[in-house]
């Protein structure tokens, strides 16, 4: 059998033999090309070789039209008909910069920053969605060797002012919906300077906002400023500060992540290594997550050095079901290639389930027999062109029609959901990486495409599995050598903004990151990600069991919109809280015969609390789950979690300790049944 990697050096101690992808076997991947050693360069290597090909695509709000829509809500216990209304956006087609353009307005803003007083080294936060204006004015501040500090648009005020205040930033990027939370930030942070938006603002925003602050600009404005007072580049060097990028964190302040431009740049050189092949001169990508993730700023700059078009998108105008006389995003866009995290792809997996529910038994029939088919096709490398065109092309065109493969990361997608979607859809490659290394570890290329593995070491990272004895995960261990993954390489951070303490803990004296995450080789030198080393819960029987592990595998249930895993010591088998998909839950209950309207009394409802637990295990016996990893029971949660009530970070994974003590009391209760 082929092996993607290859070992290298001598054996390590408490550990396996360090591996390497097999395309960089005697030196790790560091620039894409010889000119590119910078962020600053990779724009200007695609403007030089692709110029007038379209770089970055926009749509305009032309119009938001108002709908009242009757509802029905269930007041206690009485069904009450209300009137709300909704917003629906009509939007152009897409708008094209190309590469010329884009340099062009890049230099620009840079241009402009400098003239209004910003020198080498200062630091911009840029707090905004995903956007044209976002990738712009970092680009922009790049020419002027200026760095970018990020936050997620969904931080809130405390993260926000902690980012702002740690790094000292002396300007802040936004767009207008964002101003009143600017507002009230600003005046908290002594090393700031002025605030620029995209976009549209609205005036008492503006006038609040220069109450705190006076220094108020528009991009347009910052770019006519540098377009006035021209400005030679100050070109970065390899070493220089790119980024401080700050984590949601599930406890405490977020952390600022240190990276180089050299850091960003071995990424990308990695990814081209493995995946440029792949990439043609008509491909496109659809950009909607959030820039401030890793993920998506190492793809949408690794994009412009292919000469990828970017078409930015918008979560709310992504399909078809907000707009109004025209299509969403993707359907417009329709790209060739697109990311996603797993909830964007259980999203997808679970609107293509309901709508083969609905249909008629003859055509769920014909739909099953031929997933079962292409998936026998697949897996002997044979064509599908004929099955693709006759049953699944209605699928493909939800996503545009165009899509030819698609990545996901940010954490781990359960296998049954990659299968689902790689045969329905279209290949989903999985990835493991951190902030901390560049999204950069393990990426499966075409040719590695499976399922319940992340592929082979990128060609910019070295990786070895250390011994983690307490839960018998070992090198030595038989067909597959496991352990915690350590990663090494020039895509790896130096450490953690003014945060020593926490660097010593990640890293060690010699440049290992300890992700803390448990993977074991695979015969053909692909990784699979088994367990967190934080989430490892031993059980009352003496066995251990991955709590991110089960909440991958058990969310991918129809009637689970999200899922926390709680394990006592104390107890042989773990439980769950999960908040149910309500439509789906009412769904159910009508199907057998429970009639109550309330959501809350809906939940609590214990006959219909068994059928999603039946579900559930259904899902685990499919995974082939042990017998410790089955739930015991679970409990309703009535309550949505979100960034707003606290539970879930900015990157929309879960608050698990905050989740666990918000839900004390039934948790205690469910396991006090166990203990009887």
């Known amino acids: 059998m082929k092996s993607f990697t290859v070992e290298v050096g001598p054996e390590q101690l408490n550990g396996g033999r360090i591996r390497r992808s097999h395309l960089s076997p005697d030196a790790l991947a560091r620039i894409p090309d010889t000119t590119v050693h910078t962020l600053y360069d990779v724009l200007l290597y695609a403007k030089k070789k692709y110029g007038h090909r379209n770089a970055f695509g926009y749509r305009s709000v032309e119009k938001v039209i108002k709908e009242d829509k009757q509802v029905t809500k269930f007041i206690d216990g009485e069904e009450k008909q209300q009137t709300k209304t909704w917003s629906y956006f009509q939007l152009s087609s897409y708008k094209y910069l190309t ?161 180089s431009h050299k850091n960003l740049v071995s990424a990308i050189a990695g990814c081209h290594k493995l995946l440029g092949h792949l990439i043609t001169d008509h491909d496109s990508m659809i950009a909607y997550l959030p820039l401030a993730h890793i993920l998506e700023l190492v793809v949408e700059n690794l994009c412009i050095f292919w000469g990828v078009t970017l078409g930015y998108a918008n979560v709310k105008t992504l399909t078809d079901a907000s707009v109004r006389n025209c299509k969403g995003d993707i359907k417009e866009f329709r790209p060739t290639v697109m990311t996603g995290v797993p909830a964007v792809w259980e999203s997808i997996r679970k609107g293509v389930l309901g709508k083969i529910g609905s249909a008629s038994p003859k055509a769920q029939s014909l739909f099953h027999k031929a997933f079962a088919t292409k998936s026998w096709l697949m897996d002997r490398h044979l064509p599908t062109t004929v099955i693709d065109k006759v049953v699944f092309s209605k699928i493909r065109d939800q996503v545009g029609g165009r899509l030819r493969f698609a990545l996901s990361g940010g954490a781990p997608l359960s296998l049954e959901t990659q299968k689902f979607l790689s045969v329905s859809l279209c290949p989903i490659l999985g990835g493991f990486g951190m902030t901390e290394s560049c999204g950069m570890a393990c990426i499966m290329g075409v040719d590695q495409f499976g399922y319940g593995h992340v592929g082979a070491p990128v060609p910019c990272c070295e990786i070895k599995l250390v011994d983690v004895p307490d839960a018998n995960y070992l090198s030595t261990n038989y067909p597959k050598p496991q352990g915690e993954i350590w990663v090494r390489g020039p895509a790896v951070t130096s450490g953690y903004w003014k945060r020593d303490d926490v660097t010593k803990e990640a890293f060690t004296d010699d440049l290992w990151l300890q992700t803390g995450d448990i993977g074991e080789w695979n015969e053909n030198g692909t990784l699979s990600i088994i367990d967190r080393k934080k989430n490892l819960v031993k059980l009352s029987n003496g066995e251990y069991i991955a709590l991110e592990k089960l909440e991958s595998i058990y969310k991918s249930c129809l009637y689970c919109l999200n899922l926390c895993v709680y394990a006592d010591s104390l107890l042989s088998r773990p439980v769950a809280l999960v908040v149910p998909v309500e439509a789906a839950l009412r769904k159910l209950a009508q199907d057998n015969g429970i009639d109550e309207k309330d959501w809350e009394r809906l939940c609590a409802n214990q006959s219909l609390t068994k059928l999603v637990l039946k579900a559930l295990l259904d899902q685990g016996k499919q995974a082939d789950l042990k017998p410790a990893e089955c739930l015991f029971d679970i409990h309703l949660c009535s309550e949505e979690w979100t960034t707003d009530t606290g539970l879930l970070t900015a990157a929309q994974k879960i608050k698990r300790q905050d989740i666990v003590k918000k839900y004390k009391t039934s948790l205690d209760a469910i396991n006090s049944m166990q203990k009887s």
Request: glycine share 10%; hydrophobic share 35%; with cysteine.
């Open 99 to 259: 590469y010329v353009q884009a340099s062009k307005e890049a230099h620009y803003l840079g241009a402009g920053y400098a003239h209004l007083g910003l020198s080498e080294k200062s630091k911009v936060e840029i707090f905004s969605p995903t956007n044209m204006g976002w990738l712009l004015t970092a680009h922009g501040l790049f020419t002027q060797n200026m760095s970018i500090v990020t936050a997620y648009d969904t931080l809130g005020e405390d993260g926000l002012l902690h980012s702002m205040n740690e790094t000292e930033v002396e300007a802040i990027y936004t767009t207008g919906e964002l101003l009143p939370t600017v507002a009230k930030v600003v005046g908290k942070c002594p090393s700031l300077k002025f605030v620029v938006y995209g976009g549209d603002a609205k005036l008492e925003h503006l006038e609040q906002l220069r109450k705190a602050l006076p220094h108020v600009y528009t991009m347009n404005q910052v770019a006519e400023l540098g377009k006035s007072n021209p400005r030679e580049p100050r070109k970065p060097e390899p070493e220089d500060l790119c980024c401080i990028m700050y984590t949601s964190g599930s406890t405490g302040n977020p952390k600022g992540v240190v990276l």
